[in-house]
């Protein structure tokens, strides 16, 4: 299937979940990434039982904390 | 108040924009903007705001200046190692304007004085390098009803988005609470390019003079991230979130509090 993952079409392999997505793409502090699938927040606690279907539009949305 | 020639001629890059005009400069002199962190984005962004002549600029911070700073916070310079970064600020931005008036609040930010520090500003600058003074400031702003600039930066890397009031998401809808401490990287373990604090933080001053000055759309509901290795930006739409604790229909958080100890004090 196609994902487009921050942007960029790529293909998954079928039946891929949010939990697993996370690994493939090596997203850095993962416990602490927030998801936006097609344009809604996925709940944290919710990550392994999403999965994901063809054209599905994912946004990692990354802490960062600097400043001074 | 009318202008005087000098300022007719100091401003005149401004005044030639239709965006901005004789009418916008007059908005951006009465203009009120508090900058909290007078460090890597505070001090490109108190640069541009006391160049653009916005009236009353509000600097805030405890630290003093390290030399470890002056790599990225260029509002200080060699000889003000040692000084109060906000005694320091205020000083590089009444020689670049005169006409501007510069509070200096040598503190840290704290649920004690957020909401007295902003309540006299039209608009905030977040320029603080940690996760509890961010989502202070997006509480404070929130309950206050106070328009603010949030942004990040650390590695090769930025990114930013703009509170207004009942124009989309908040700080706290997007990331909900801070990461425990030491759990997501900060600037000192990590480190940062100086010219991203630039970047980021020139593009928050931005923000401040289009919200003051009434021009064109402001970065509400959308993230925008930089990533200077790549050379992309992204403006990345985000979702609405309807139960969000600060700014949701029912919100749970209704006073500013404070989250234990700063992630990265000094940097
Ligand atoms: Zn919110």
Do not use: W
Not at chain 2, 15 to 23: F, T, W, Y
Not at chain 2, 179 to 200: F, H, L, S
């Amino acid at each position: 299937m196609k994902l487009i993952i921050a942007g960029v079409q790529k293909e998954y392999q079928d039946g891929l979940t949010v939990a697993e997505l996370i690994k493939v793409e090596n997203v850095e502090t993962p416990m602490y990434v927030s998801v936006s699938l097609n344009d809604e927040f996925v709940k944290s606690g919710e990550y392994d039982e999403t999965v994901l279907r063809d054209d599905d539009v994912v946004e990692f949305l990354y802490f960062m904390g600097g400043g001074r | 108040m009318a202008f005087s020639n000098e300022q007719l001629e100091r401003y005149s890059r401004h005044i030639i924009l239709k965006e901005i005009g004789v009418k916008g400069q007059k908005r951006l002199s009465q203009g009120r903007v508090l900058i909290i962190g007078a460090g890597g984005l505070g001090s490109p962004a108190a640069l541009y705001l006391a160049a653009a002549g916005v009236g009353v600029i509000g600097i805030a911070d405890a630290d003093t200046v390290d030399i470890s700073n002056l790599q990225r916070q260029v509002i200080h310079t060699t000889p003000d190692v040692g000084k109060a970064k906000v005694e320091s600020a205020r000083e590089t931005m009444e020689a670049i304007n005169p006409d501007i008036k510069v509070n200096a609040y040598k503190t840290f930010v704290s649920a004690d004085n957020i909401l007295a520090l902003i309540a006299d500003y039209d608009f905030v600058i977040d320029g603080t390098d940690n996760f509890a003074a961010k989502f202070l400031i997006n509480d404070a702003c929130v309950i206050a009803r106070k328009p603010f600039s949030h942004a990040g930066i650390i590695r090769f890397k930025g990114q930013l988005m703009t509170y207004v009031p009942g124009e989309g998401l908040c700080y706290r809808c997007v990331f909900k609470n801070p990461p425990p401490p030491d759990a997501v990287p900060t600037c000192r373990q990590a480190g940062v390019i100086g010219a991203m604090g630039g970047v980021i933080g020139s593009l928050q001053a931005m923000e401040a003079v289009k919200f003051i000055a009434g021009a064109g759309k402001l970065l509400t509901g959308s993230l925008l991230t930089y990533d200077a290795l790549s050379m992309e930006f992204r403006k990345v739409k985000l979702p609405a979130r309807r139960d969000c604790a600060v700014c949701g229909e029912h919100p749970s958080i209704t006073k500013p509090f404070d989250y234990a100890a700063a992630v990265c004090e000094v940097l």
